[in-house]
C-alpha cells in the first residue's frame, strides 16, 4: 500500500502548488514532530505522574495542569532552534517569547495553545494542540505588536487532537487535510484529505449551562433546535459537548456541526470565552478552508483586528449554513 506521508505532503506542496516556501514546511514539520512528543506524554497519563495540577496559574488565571506545562514546553523548544522563527506567543505565557540569540532568527510568528481543553486530561477525554503561523511583518520586531495581524494573515493553522488515534489537522490554504499518527512507524499517514464540512447539520455544540446569560439571538436559535420535530425547523437536532475545542471542532469537520461559544452576560466583560489568537483563528482558518463558516455572530472570526496578545472573543463556527442563519438572527 502507498501511503503520502506529511513530508511527502509538505514537499507536493511545496514543489507543485508554490503555497510554503522550504522553511515554512521546516516549521510544520518541527511542529508536527512537537507534537507527536506531545502525544507520548498525553498517552502516558497517570502512568507518568503527569495527571493533576502544576501549582501554578497562567496569564489567563487558571489553574495550568502539569500537561499544560509540559507541551508548552515541548513546543518552545522543538521549534526555537532551527531558524524558522522570529517568535512565539503560548496561551500559557504572558508575552511572546523570543528566540535565544544563540540561535538564528527566522521570518515567521508562530502562535499556539499547547493543550486545549485540559480540564479533560484527568478525566481521559481527549485534549489537543492548536498552532498559526504568521509572518513577522518586515522591518518589525517581533514584539506583541507584530503578532496583531488579522486571521486572514495566518500562512497555515491546524491542529492536533489526542484521540483514540491521534490525528494532525493543517491547512496552508489549499483546503484542510488530516493526518494520523502511525505509532508504530513514528510518521503522519495523510487519512483525510480535502475535508469538507457538510452545509447542512442535525447537530449542534454549545455549553447549555450558560443559558440563562445568551443574547436573545442565541437564546431564539437554540430554542428552535430544541423544538426539533416540533418546531420552525421542523426536524429533530441532537446535542454534543465535549468541552475541548479541538474534539468538538473535529467531530464537526467529520460529520458536519455547529459550534458555539456565543458572548453572554457572564463572559461579556472579556470579550468572550475563547482566544482569538490560539484557539477562534485557528480555528477558523482550518474550518473554512474545509468548505465551513467562522463568525463571532456579527463578523468572520478571520476579520477581526486582534488588540492583545490574549484578547477572547465570541466562536460560532461548522456547517455553513447553520452558521449563516446564527448570523441572520443577529443582524434582525
Ligand atoms: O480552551 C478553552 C476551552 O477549554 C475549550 O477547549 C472548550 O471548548 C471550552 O473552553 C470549554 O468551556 P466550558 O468549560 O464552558 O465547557
Ligand atoms: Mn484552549
Keep these: 500500500m502507498s501511503r503520502v506521508t506529511l513530508t511527502q505532503f509538505l514537499i507536493e506542496q511545496q514543489r507543485n502548488q508554490k503555497m510554503i516556501p522550504a522553511d515554512l514546511r521546516l516549521l510544520i514539520e518541527v511542529v508536527a514532530r512537537a507534537v507527536k512528543t506531545i502525544s507520548v506524554h498525553v498517552g502516558k497519563g497517570a502512568v507518568a505522574g503527569l495527571l493533576g495540577n502544576a501549582g501554578t496559574d497562567n496569564v489567563q488565571g487558571e489553574a495550568q495542569k502539569k500537561l499544560d506545562v509540559v507541551a508548552n514546553e515541548v513546543l518552545l523548544h522543538a521549534n526555537e532552534w532551527g531558524g524558522h522563527l522570529a517568535a512565539m506567543a503560548s496561551e500559557e505565557l504572558d508575552d511572546p517569547s523570543y ?78 487535510h488530516g493526518f494520523t499518527l502511525d505509532r508504530e512507524f513514528g510518521s503522519w499517514v495523510l487519512t483525510h484529505g480535502d475535508i469538507r464540512i457538510p452545509e447542512d447539520t442535525k447537530e449542534f455544540a454549545i455549553n447549555a ?32 459537548w465535549v468541552a475541548s475545542m479541538v474534539a468538538d471542532v473535529h467531530r464537526i469537520l467529520a460529520r458536519g456541526g455547529i459550534f458555539l461559544y456565543p458572548l453572554d452576560e457572564k463572559n461579556r466583560p472579556r470579550g468572550g470565552h475563547l482566544r482569538l489568537l490560539y484557539e477562534a483563528n485557528p480555528m477558523a482558518m482550518v474550518v473554512e478552508q474545509a468548505g ?40 434582525e
Excluded at 535565544?100 to 479533560?120: A, H, I, Q, R, W
Aim: aromatic share 8%; hydrophobic share 35%.
Design 99 to 176: 528566540i535565544p540569540k544563540t540561535y538564528p532568527k527566522g521570518e515567521y510568528l508562530l502562535v499556539f495553545d499547547p493543550l486545549d481543553g485540559s480540564s479533560n486530561i484527568d478525566v481521559n477525554i481527549s485534549v489537543g494542540t492548536i498552532f498559526s503561523v504568521l509572518r513577522c511583518p518586515a522591518n518589525m520586531e517581533p514584539t506583541e505588536e507584530a503578532f496583531l495581524q488579522t486571521g486572514r494573515r495566518q500562512v497555515a493553522a491546524g491542529y492536533a487532537v489526542y484521540g483514540p488515534s491521534t490525528m494532525l489537522v493543517l491547512t496552508v490554504g489549499t483546503g484542510t
Design 292 to 331: 465551513g463558516a467562522a463568525s463571532t455572530g456579527r463578523e468572520p472570526v478571520l476579520d477581526l483586528v486582534p488588540q492583545g496578545l490574549h484578547q477572547r472573543v465570541p466562536v460560532i463556527l461548522g456547517s455553513r449554513h447553520e452558521v449563516e442563519r446564527v448570523v441572520a438572527y443577529h443582524a
Design 209 to 240: 449551562s450558560r443559558s440563562r446569560f445568551w443574547e436573545p439571538p442565541v437564546q431564539r436559535y437554540i430554542a428552535e433546535l430544541q423544538q426539533g420535530a416540533d418546531g420552525p425547523r421542523g426536524q429533530d437536532f441532537n446535542m454534543r
